[in-house]
T-cell receptor, first 110, second 113 residues
Framework: DAKTTQPNSMESNEEEPVHLPCNHSTISGTDYIHWYRQLPSQGPEYVIHGLTSNVNNRMASLAIAEDRKSSTLILHRATLRDAAVYYC???????????FGGGTRLMVKP | DAGVTQSPTHLIKTRGQQVTLRCSPISGHKSVSWYQQVLGQGPQFIFQ???????GRGNFPDRFSARQFPNYSSELNVNALLLGDSALYLC????????????FGPGTRLTVT
């Protein structure tokens, strides 16, 4: 399986945008880029996914590099409730078995 | 609608014992997956079941087994427990086999002493 690389941790101020990077240089053409997050003491939660084009939903935006070797999850206005571990995951169309890495722990300061 | 539910919430077992964890998916969801999350790490995939058949298996020993019932609920069994089996066991459900969005339950915290 193609691997992803994320920073271990990031800090943000409340009400400011947050850009969470993910490198996936060995991504294949059929791999979708998924983001999940895990709030403290909860199971992971789906955030967003994309293939080639940038994507927006009510939770976040996903910006995908033109060569697809990296992507960025964008939280437009961080809140204290966004403090979580964010996982970037590659998933091909053969199934939905998620392979989690270490993720990025996002800390939001008031 | 209720989300994914898991029982029990917490469990303490001793080495060598056997344990059964239970999961009820969201109504209408036919796929259930199990993950193990050791403290400080990301979840690791154990099994996926769809329409009562095993559709995927992670790199776990044969001591781990699972099944899915006609109502799509699922059980995860672990035999001959080891200290290293102490973890949060997460269940996730999705509508189908390849749906991109999985819904996770709160997990069962298993402690092996």
């Amino acid at each position: 399986d193609a691997k992803t690389t994320q920073p271990n941790s990031m800090e943000s101020n409340e009400e400011e945008p947050v850009h969470l990077p993910c490198n996936h240089s060995t991504i294949s053409g059929t791999d979708y880029i998924h983001w999940y997050r895990q709030l403290p003491s909860q199971g992971p939660e789906y955030v967003i996914h994309g293939l080639t084009s940038n994507v927006n939903n009510r939770m976040a935006s996903l910006a995908i590099a033109e060569d697809r070797k990296s992507s960025t999850l964008i939280l437009h206005r961080a809140t204290l409730r966004d403090a979580a571990v964010y996982y970037c995951i590659l998933l091909n169309n053969a199934g939905n078995m998620l392979t989690f890495g270490g993720g990025t722990r996002l800390m939001v300061k008031p | 609608d209720a989300g994914v539910t898991q029982s029990p919430t917490h469990l303490i077992k001793t080495r060598g014992q056997q344990v059964t964890l239970r999961c009820s998916p969201i109504s209408g969801h036919k796929s259930v997956s199990w993950y193990q999350q050791v403290l400080g790490q990301g979840p690791q995939f154990i099994f996926q079941y769809y329409e009562k058949e095993e559709r995927g298996r992670g790199n776990f020993p044969d001591r781990f087994s699972a099944r899915q019932f006609p109502n799509y609920s699922s059980e995860l069994n672990v035999n001959a427990l080891l200290l290293g089996d102490s973890a949060l066991y997460l269940c996730a459900s999705s509508l189908g086999l390849k749906d991109y969005e999985q819904y996770f339950g709160p997990g069962t915290r298993l402690t092996v002493t």
